[in-house]
Nanobody
Framework: QVQLVESGGGLVQAGGSRRLSCAAS????????MGWYRQAPGKQRELVAT???????MYADSVKGRFTISRDNAKNTAYLQMNSLKPEDTAVYYC??????????????WGQGTQVTVSS
């Protein structure tokens, strides 16, 4: 079994910054892509950013130039640095990882989510 635990959410003023972390643990052989998604009230979950094990990162147009995704492979951890936050960034942020388990099964995992609220 694999667990993803997010942290770093909270209340922040517009224009401020916040850093989210996502730590993966459990029966991990390797982690392919990791990503961040978000879901605002009444809206569908949407992709924010992804980072593969190798290759280029990808961002939603709405966060390009403001958010940066990174990962520490040694710690099985992904980060999302969010700058110049806007009220419309308010959402529950979810971590996602495509994990190859120790049983050599490739499985998609989600964290429990962390709330980010941006006040105007």
């Amino acid at each position: 079994q694999v667990q993803l635990v997010e942290s770093g959410g909270g209340l922040v003023q517009a224009g401020g910054s916040r850093r989210l972390s996502c730590a993966a643990s459990g029966s991990i052989f390797s982690i392919n892509a990791m990503g961040w998604y978000r879901q605002a009230p009444g809206k569908q979950r949407e992709l924010v950013a992804t980072i593969p094990s190798g290759g280029s990162t990808m961002y939603a147009d709405s966060v390009k130039g403001r958010f940066t995704i990174s990962r520490d492979n040694a710690k099985n951890t992904a980060y999302l640095q969010m700058n110049s936050l806007k009220p419309e960034d308010t959402a529950v942020y979810y971590c996602n990882a495509i994990v190859v388990t120790t049983a050599r099964a490739m499985t998609n995992y989600w964290g429990q989510g962390t709330q980010v609220t941006v006040s105007s």
